[in-house]
Structure formats: structure tokens, C-alpha cells
């Protein structure tokens, strides 16, 4: 398995208090990217990364924020968390050479609760 | 905007058939598409990826095809086991950092 752990693994919050989801990776991979997957919506992308500080929007990132200090951490933000984002957040992660050019590996997920 | 979409959503078989995924996509400008597995309550797992300068790769017993042209792949499992009951996943990724991922498709292996 790719290198690629997830903090919390759960969460259950209150609506409007902030949360931060943590991805950590072990592979030094330049790409990394945020997703969350819902019953009827599938997997959409929230954020990605491809560098340090070098972050940009995806299909659904209103709400959220992210930073990159370091290769290996990628942080997700819910500045002020909402009942519209409980869902499974899942982190991934991609090298940009080699013969797994572009192909993406997962974490374990992180199933968030906002009541 | 590019759409994905995976046909049929369920499929129940018996052990032993080959069995066919579908997965057809509305923009043809791809860098590459990616099969993966999901088990419940799991993460995605990485099954096979096609470069757009491909036309199929393969890895045991299962076999990917992809045809820009007609906006369509195929995922083959050949001699299904009950071990291969999860949700099937395929994804286009149409630049850098963009993808789009279709709903899946749940496959039931009966022993």
C-alpha cells in the first residue's frame, strides 16, 4: 500500500466550529488531492496540490481551505463546518514520474459528523 | 464539462463467469483513465491506470481497454471469485490535477 495516512479517522462536530483533516504521505509525491464521497454524488475533488504552497480549487470547495508547508502534508479546513459536509473525506496522492506517472493512491478515509 | 458514467450500477454473477465493466466518459481529451476497487467502508485501491497513448493494460486476471475515439473503457474479470465482490470505480483525469469519477458499479459474486 502507498504510504498514506489520515487523521482523525473519525470525527463527529458541532455545526460551525472549525475542523482540520490531516493527510500524510510517505512516498515524496508532488500531487495531493482532497476529495469527498457521497451516497449519489460519487467522489468529486474539494482541493489540490501540486507543490508546496501551490494549491488549487476543485469541483466542490466552497466551505473549504488547504495548505502545503511540507511535501509529505496536505490539510483540509472547514473554516466553519456545516451539516452539508458530513461525508467521507478521502485524501490521494499522485507521482509525476516513473511508471506510475498520473496514477492516483488513496488513503484510508476520514468520516466526518457535523451535527 | 466532462461526465462519467458506469453502466449497469449493480451486477450479481456466480463464481467462475467472466464478467464485463463499463465506463464511458463525454470529453475525449483524457490524459488517462484509472480502474479502482472500493470495499466497503474502505478506500479506493488502485487496479489498473491506461496512459490516453494506450489501448489496454493488464494485471492477473483482470484486463482494462480504452477507446478515446468512442469516449469508452472496459474493465474485464475474468473467472470471478467471490473475492472480487466490491464497488468498481473508473475515473478520467482531463488535466493536471482535474478528475472525474464515475458513481460505480457494485459487483456481487455469489460462491
Known amino acids: 500500500d502507498a504510504g498514506i495516512t489520515q487523521s482523525p479517522r473519525h470525527k463527529v462536530t458541532e455545526t460551525g466550529t472549525p475542523v482540520t483533516l490531516r493527510c500524510h504521505q510517505t512516498?515524496?509525491?508532488?500531487?495531493m488531492y482532497w476529495y469527498r464521497q457521497d451516497p449519489g454524488h460519487g467522489l468529486r475533488l474539494i482541493h489540490y496540490?501540486?507543490?508546496?504552497?501551490?494549491?488549487d480549487k476543485g469541483e466542490v470547495s466552497d466551505g473549504y481551505s488547504v495548505s502545503r508547508s511540507k511535501t509529505e502534508d496536505f490539510l483540509l479546513t472547514l473554516e466553519s463546518a456545516t451539516s452539508s459536509q458530513t461525508s467521507v473525506y478521502f485524501c490521494a496522492i499522485s507521482p509525476t514520474s516513473g511508471s506510475s506517472y498520473n496514477e492516483q493512491f488513496f488513503g484510508p478515509g476520514t468520516r466526518l459528523t457535523v451535527l | 464539462k466532462q461526465e462519467v458514467t458506469q453502466i449497469p450500477a449493480a451486477l450479481s454473477v456466480p463464481e467462475g463467469e467472466n464478467l464485463v465493466l463499463n465506463c464511458s466518459f463525454t470529453?475525449?481529451?483524457?490524459?488517462?483513465l484509472q480502474w479502482f476497487r472500493q470495499d466497503p467502508g474502505k478506500g479506493l485501491t488502485s487496479l489498473l491506470l491506461i496512459q490516453s497513448s494506450q489501448r489496454e493494460q493488464t494485471s492477473g486476471r483482470l484486463n482494462a481497454s480504452l477507446d478515446k475515439s468512442s469516449g469508452r473503457s472496459t474493465l474485464y474479470i475474468a473467472a470471478s471469485q467471490p473475492g472480487d465482490s466490491a464497488t468498481y470505480l473508473c475515473?478520467?483525469?482531463?488535466?493536471?490535477?482535474?478528475?472525474?469519477f464515475g458513481d460505480g458499479t457494485t459487483l456481487t459474486v455469489k460462491p
Open positions: 496540490s501540486y507543490g508546496v504552497k501551490d494549491t
Open positions: 470529453d475525449s481529451a483524457i490524459y488517462n
Open positions: 475515473a478520467v483525469y482531463t488535466n493536471a490535477g482535474k478528475s472525474t
Open positions: 512516498e515524496n509525491h508532488r500531487y
